[in-house]
């Protein structure tokens, strides 16, 4: 078998060159075409490593999956998933990436050792030259998840009391520019908009805010620019956007620095926000946070929330066009809520009693996860599947949750978007039964270890679980119950849009469209 493969290479190798004649590029291209189709044979056939998790075949070297991969990653993913189990590898542009799929394999991926698999390994070419030195990736674990804690103490239920009517106001603002009585709207870049006036606003407090209209609004689309797979493959080229993107985060870093020494030299009371929580914090062993370290994590903590959250509500706000019983029944809670009249300004403790609202949410986070895989580096050999496969050193690990969101096994009709499946059941969790030991803290409060053995993870699990989950249900829940309360939805005139996958964050892809009525 393995003989006839090879001779029948080798002859269409000959015939090839004889068609191209004997030159040298004719000699270089034949060699490179044997290279490849010799290579793509020699993996078909070769016994592969059985404790190792299966490779999947690929016909260019180096490349490897990098294209089906970035096309479609969840399609990508779920298409070998069929062919190799829950636990395989590819190469993507020279990695190595090993995939844990499944409820077990979520929870093999983010309830790793430290010292088996690392985060910061896997991420920080890409984010510290966005969110600067000191902070996040680029600190040991055990300072992330302190800085993790620094940034919880400043997402409290009183920090969410004084938050809603800033978002309401905000969207209010933003959505005058509408002022046709009805038409057709950019979805996508409204709420991006409404997002970043928001966080702004609520997390980095009132002067960032008034800066967003000009100054901080540029710096930091130059640094958003920063976050591209190119970004991930090459941390620094010679490129304009790279340029950039580092003068961008300098002059953003200048511009906290700015602002604590004015907070530092006031007497007045110091706002109640992120960045006063920043100043006052402690590390473990003492030592206060640097203001650079403030300045930086506030630029991260924009940067987490900022496609995460509008690509969550641009998708929301396209569904609910195409349901106008659905609207009429947000609508219904809302009266509920807030009286017949909805006289009453929406407040915190009235988010907590929507629940259908809610519900749109966490259904909107089950079918349109912005963030599709999360990865990270293998430090030590690693054992995977109950012990059926290691990983090497050097591969990294690669998880998708979204794969196990749109399981049938786990969630009815999956494709559906249907909220009500919430309402019944919260926790959307088969076996997420406490055991004895299930509590940890890394640091930055509670969590189940459990809780990772889940279907449904959008903000991930274990250490690295998101901090910012309550913060964004807060925005977007609110942004939601303002936006119909402007306006009647109905679906845009291209419909409703393809996942756009080339960015890091999965949007919506252009255009984004939905067509509104103001209402009375
Ligand atoms: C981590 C999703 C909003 C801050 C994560 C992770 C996911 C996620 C999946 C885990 C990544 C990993 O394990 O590699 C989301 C989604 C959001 C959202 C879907 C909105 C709908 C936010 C917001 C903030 C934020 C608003 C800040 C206010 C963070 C931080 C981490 C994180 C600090 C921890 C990173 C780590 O420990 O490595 N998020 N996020 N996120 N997120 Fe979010």
């Known amino acids: 078998m393995m003989e006839q493969l090879l001779s029948t290479a080798l002859v269409g190798m000959r015939s090839t060159t004889q068609l191209l004649a004997a030159s040298w590029p004719a000699t270089l291209f034949t060699a490179l075409v044997g290279w490849i189709i010799g290579g793509y044979l020699y993996r078909s056939i070769r016994r592969p490593n059985p404790s190792e998790p299966p490779m999947v075949n690929y016909w260019i070297p180096f490349i490897g999956s990098m294209v089906s991969f970035g096309m479609n990653p969840v399609q990508f993913l779920q298409k070998n998933r069929e062919i190799y189990g829950d636990y395989y590898t590819f190469l993507m542009f020279g990695r190595r990436m090993t995939y844990c799929l499944g409820v077990d394999g979520n929870n093999a991926f983010f309830n790793a050792r430290l010292a088996d698999a690392n985060a910061e390994e896997a991420y920080a070419s890409l984010t510290v030259p966005v969110f600067g030195e000191g902070v996040v990736y680029d600190v040991p674990n055990h300072m992330l998840m302190d800085q993790k804690r620094f940034a919880k103490g400043g997402l409290t239920a009183d920090a969410f009391r004084l938050y809603v009517p800033i978002i309401v106001k905000e969207v209010e603002d933003y959505f005058a520019r509408w002022h046709e009585p009805s038409g057709v709207g950019n979805i996508h870049e409204a709420m991006a908009q409404c997002i970043?006036?928001?966080?702004?606003?609520?997390?980095?407090?009132?002067?960032?805010?008034?800066?967003?209209?000009?100054?901080?609004?540029?710096?930091?689309?130059?640094?958003?620019k920063g976050f591209t797979p190119l970004n991930f493959l090459f941390p620094s080229l010679p490129l304009p956007a790279y340029r950039r993107r580092d003068r961008a985060h300098a002059k953003m870093s200048a511009l906290f620095q700015s602002i604590i020494d004015a907070r530092r030299a006031s007497t007045d009371a110091p706002p109640d926000d992120m960045m006063t929580a920043l100043m006052n914090s402690h590390y473990k062993d003492g030592r206060r946070m640097s203001d650079k370290e403030v300045g930086n994590l506030m630029i991260a903590l924009l940067m987490a929330g900022q496609h995460t959250s509008s690509a969550t509500t641009t998708w929301a706000i396209l569904y609910l066009a195409d349901r106008p019983a659905l609207v009429e029944a947000l609508r219904e809670e809302q009266r509920k809520c807030l009286g017949d009249?909805?006289?009453?300004?929406?407040?915190?403790?009235?988010?907590?009693?929507?629940?259908?609202?809610?519900?749109?949410?966490?259904?909107?986070?089950?079918?349109r996860p912005p963030i599709v895989t999360?990865?990270?580096?293998?430090?030590?050999?690693?054992?995977?599947?109950?012990?059926?496969?290691?990983?090497?050193?050097?591969?990294?690990?690669?998880?998708?949750?979204?794969?196990?969101?749109?399981?049938?096994?786990?969630?009815?009709?999956?494709?559906?978007?249907?909220?009500?499946?919430?309402?019944?059941?919260?926790?959307a969790t088969a076996d997420e039964e406490e055991t004895a030991g299930d509590q940890v803290?890394?640091?930055?409060?509670?969590?189940?270890l459990s809780g990772a053995r889940n279907p449904y993870l959008p903000f991930g699990a274990g250490r690295h679980r998101c901090i910012g989950e309550s913060f964004a249900y807060v925005q977007i829940k609110t942004i939601l119950a303002t936006m119909l309360r402007l306006f009647d939805l109905a679906p845009g005139p291209k419909g409703f849009p393809e996942m756009d996958f080339t960015s890091l964050v999965v949007l919506p892809a252009k255009p984004a469209q939905i067509t509104y009525r103001r209402r009375q």
């Open 196 to 224: 970043v006036n928001t966080a702004t606003h609520c997390l980095m407090g009132r002067e960032i805010r008034a800066m967003m209209d000009d100054t901080v609004a540029q710096l930091y689309e130059d640094m958003d």
């Open 341 to 367: 009249d909805l006289a009453t300004p929406i407040a915190y403790e009235h988010l907590r009693d929507m629940r259908l609202l809610d519900a749109v949410v966490r259904e909107t986070l089950r079918l």
């Open 374 to 427: 999360a990865m990270r580096k293998v430090m030590r050999p690693m054992t995977v599947a109950g012990g059926k496969y290691v990983v090497p050193a050097g591969h990294y690990l690669g998880s998708s949750p979204a794969l196990t969101q749109l399981d049938p096994t786990y969630f009815k009709e999956p494709l559906q978007f249907e909220p009500t499946r919430w309402l019944d059941n919260n926790s």
């Open 441 to 448: 803290d890394y640091g930055f409060g509670t969590i189940k």
